[in-house]
């Protein structure tokens, strides 16, 4: 029995592991500013001192971010068929606009 609870304990710390490793990498990763006007994901979550990177496609976009602490720059001007990488050095929740299609808005949580 004391055998059975150990290994469900092992178990249940790999899969708490692999859960947030999948959360963490997937999140660290890539916002795509999309042709359909859309950021996607829409939400991203990463760590503090992880980078971002924001590809646009062939359609032109840009990134304003919302006043706030530890907000990273802007990413200015007509970007097409380019990325750009940001880091998150502070921990909170950062929603950004892209200003050529207003109605486009996505957000990145550094926890």
């Given at each position: 029995?004391?055998?059975?609870?150990c290994?469900?304990?092992?178990?249940?710390?790999?899969?708490?592991?692999?859960?947030?490793?999948?959360?963490?990498?997937?999140?660290?990763?890539?916002?795509?500013?999309?042709?359909?006007?859309?950021?996607?994901?829409?939400?991203?979550?990463?760590?503090?001192?992880?980078?971002?990177?924001?590809?646009?496609?062939?359609?032109?976009?840009n990134?304003?971010?919302?006043?706030?602490?530890?907000?990273?720059?802007?990413?200015?001007g007509?970007?097409?068929?380019?990325?750009?990488?940001?880091?998150?050095?502070?921990?909170?929740?950062?929603?950004?606009?892209?200003?050529?299609?207003?109605?486009?808005?996505?957000?990145?949580?550094?926890?």
């Amino acid at each position: 029995m004391r055998r059975r609870q150990c290994l469900r304990g092992r178990w249940l710390r790999f899969y708490i592991a692999v859960y947030h490793s999948s959360q963490y990498s997937a999140g660290r990763g890539q916002v795509n500013a999309t042709a359909s006007l859309a950021f996607d994901p829409p939400t991203l979550t990463t760590q503090v001192g992880h980078a971002v990177t924001f590809a646009f496609g062939s359609v032109g976009h840009n990134v304003f971010f919302d006043p706030a602490t530890g907000a990273p720059g802007n990413i200015t001007g007509v970007n097409a068929n380019t990325s750009v990488t940001r880091t998150f050095d502070t921990a909170g929740t950062f929603t950004y606009t892209c200003h050529i299609h207003p109605y486009m808005q996505g957000k990145v949580v550094v926890e």
